[in-house]
Nanobody
Framework: QVQLRESGGGSVQAGGSLRLSCAAS????????VGWFRQAPGNGREGLVL???????AYADSVKGRFTFSRDDAKNILYLQMNNLKPEDTAMYYC??????????????????WGQGTQVTVSS
């Protein structure tokens, strides 16, 4: 069973940085697309970055140039480095996985596995 557990959220001022971590287990890298979504109060879930099985990333325009995905395959940890944070980045952040080696979709309903989320709050 795939399990995802996020950590690293918190409160920062605008312009600051945070690094989120996702401890992942129960999946094989070559068979899965993984990534990060977020959900702000009153909004739907928004895809931020998706990584296919050959480590080709795709970033949403809203975070391109500010957020960076990385992974430690030896430890099965996924990271999201977030720089130059803005108040509109305030949201619950989720690590996701999909049993398909290619991502190909930003629809939240296509991602079968979700972590419990970690809260990020950015103050102005």
């Amino acid at each position: 069973q795939v399990q995802l557990r996020e950590s690293g959220g918190g409160s920062v001022q605008a312009g600051g940085s945070l690094r989120l971590s996702c401890a992942a287990s129960g999946y094989t890298k070559r068979d899965f697309c993984v990534g990060w979504f977020r959900q702000a109060p009153g909004n739907g879930r928004e895809g931020l970055v998706l990584i296919d099985s050959v480590d080709v990333p795709a970033y949403a325009d809203s975070v391109k140039g500010r957020f960076t995905f990385s992974r430690d395959d030896a430890k099965n940890i996924l990271y999201l480095q977030m720089n130059n944070l803005k108040p509109e980045d305030t949201a619950m952040y989720y690590c996701v996985a999909r049993p398909d080696p290619y991502c190909g979709t930003w629809s939240p309903s296509d991602y079968k596995y979700w972590g419990q989320g970690t809260q990020v709050t950015v103050s102005s």
